[in-house]
């Protein structure tokens, strides 16, 4: 089974800022099954990145996502009031078929 | 636009079994591009998948929990289900239904429903 590891756990930083949110696996992930969402107090999670790097439906340019193998990136270019959240990587693997959350990791206002 | 409704006993005892109904609205669970699925989360905590069905019935569990889920799925009702039997307090969550695309991911999400297992 493949773990997944976000970190860091908590970033604060202030609106404008960039943040830089990784996400490691335990062993190596297809990209295409590489997926991240936010989740605010209250509401359900929403998708934001699939196949690594493809913005969901609706998503603003300042979100992006890279990486390949074991380790990705979920990048907020310019954080925005209504950025501060929490992020889920999640994964799929195929033997046997299981989908994977990372832990979170929550931007907080600094 | 495509909507999932969770709906069910806000309170389940200790040793029996939680039974929650999503049903969606504006798609058809029998869409052969998608599957659908069930992701819980305990107070305070991160997400964790439950398990994913197709319209062709076919199943998929986390196999922490294999050996207490069941999903089904009404295609006559547009809806799936989940039973998770021999809850405990550890159970205690809000649980979501969501759609798959395979290869995306879950989108949309319903809007959850808080289950408190407790005597």
């Known amino acids: 089974e493949i773990v997944l590891t976000q970190s860091p756990g908590t970033l604060s930083l202030s609106p404008g800022e960039r943040a830089t949110l990784s996400c490691r696996a335990s062993q190596s992930v297809s990209s295409r099954f590489l997926a991240w969402y936010q989740q605010k107090p209250g509401q359900a999670p929403r998708l934001l990145i699939y196949?690594?790097?493809t913005r969901a439906t609706g998503i603003p340019d300042r979100f992006s996502g890279s990486g390949s193998g074991t380790d990705f990136t979920l990048t907020i270019s310019r954080l925005e009031p209504e950025d501060f959240a929490v992020y889920y990587c999640?994964?799929?693997?195929?033997?046997?078929?299981?989908?994977?959350f990372g832990q979170g990791a929550k931007v907080e206002i600094k | 636009q495509l909507q999932l409704q969770e709906s069910g006993p806000g309170l389940v005892r200790p040793s029996e079994t939680l039974s929650l109904t999503c049903t969606v609205s504006?798609?058809?669970?029998?869409?052969?591009?998608?599957?659908w699925g069930w992701i819980r989360q305990p107070p305070g905590k991160g997400l964790e998948w439950i398990g994913t069905?197709?319209?062709?019935?076919?199943?998929y569990y986390n196999s922490s929990l294999k050996s207490r889920v069941a999903i089904s799925i009404d295609t006559s009702k547009n809806q799936f289900s989940l039973k998770l039997s021999s809850v405990t307090a550890a159970d205690t969550g809000v649980y979501y239904c969501?759609?798959?695309?395979w290869g995306v991911g879950f989108d949309p999400w319903g809007q959850g429903t808080l289950v408190t297992v407790s005597s």
């Open positions: 504006g798609g058809s669970v029998s869409s052969s591009s998608y599957y």
């Open positions: 069905i197709y319209y062709s019935g076919s199943t």
């Open positions: 969501a759609r798959l695309a």
């Open positions: 999640q994964q799929y693997g195929s033997s046997p078929p299981a989908w994977t």
């Open positions: 196949e690594t790097s």
